[in-house]
């Protein structure tokens, strides 16, 4: 089963950017179907972006032309770059993983109960 490990969460100033890291083991990235979620405090996770395991993206709207996804296959990672980040975006961000049935190679899954693998969270604070 695939494991997943967060890094790169921290501070940044609005405007900024961050760049988080979702390493994959067990599994090779490109066998992967990966998301991004965030929470708010006392609010339900909500997606940020996913990415199919052929490679395709889909993001939340909130997010579009500022955030995108990409993927390291040499480093077995999934990259979330932030850009023109607000205090708004201020939450915990979480990676999540699924080894996808064949036939569902192109599928980006948004919802988080799709997920069989979750890492433990990183958390970005964007101050004003």
């Known amino acids: 089963q695939a494991q997943v490990a967060e890094s790169g969460g921290g501070s940044a100033q609005a405007g900024g950017s961050l760049r988080l890291s979702c390493t994959a083991s067990?599994?090779?990235?490109?066998?992967?179907?990966v998301g991004w979620f965030r929470q708010f405090p006392e609010k339900e996770r909500q997606l940020v972006g996913a990415?199919?395991?052929?490679?395709?993206?889909t993001y939340a709207d909130s997010v579009k032309g500022r955030f995108t996804l990409s993927r390291d296959m040499a480093k077995n990672t999934v990259y979330l770059q932030m850009n023109s980040l607000q205090p708004e975006d201020t939450a915990a961000y979480y990676c999540?993983?699924?080894?996808?049935?064949?036939?569902?190679?192109?599928?980006?899954?948004?919802?988080?109960?799709?997920?069989?693998?979750w890492g433990q969270g990183t958390q970005v604070t964007v101050s004003s």
């Open positions: 067990e599994h090779s990235i490109n066998t992967l179907a």
């Open positions: 999540a993983a699924k080894t996808p049935p064949r036939d569902r190679n192109d599928y980006t899954y948004t919802e988080e109960s799709a997920y069989d693998f």
């Open positions: 990415i199919a395991a052929n490679g395709g993206r």
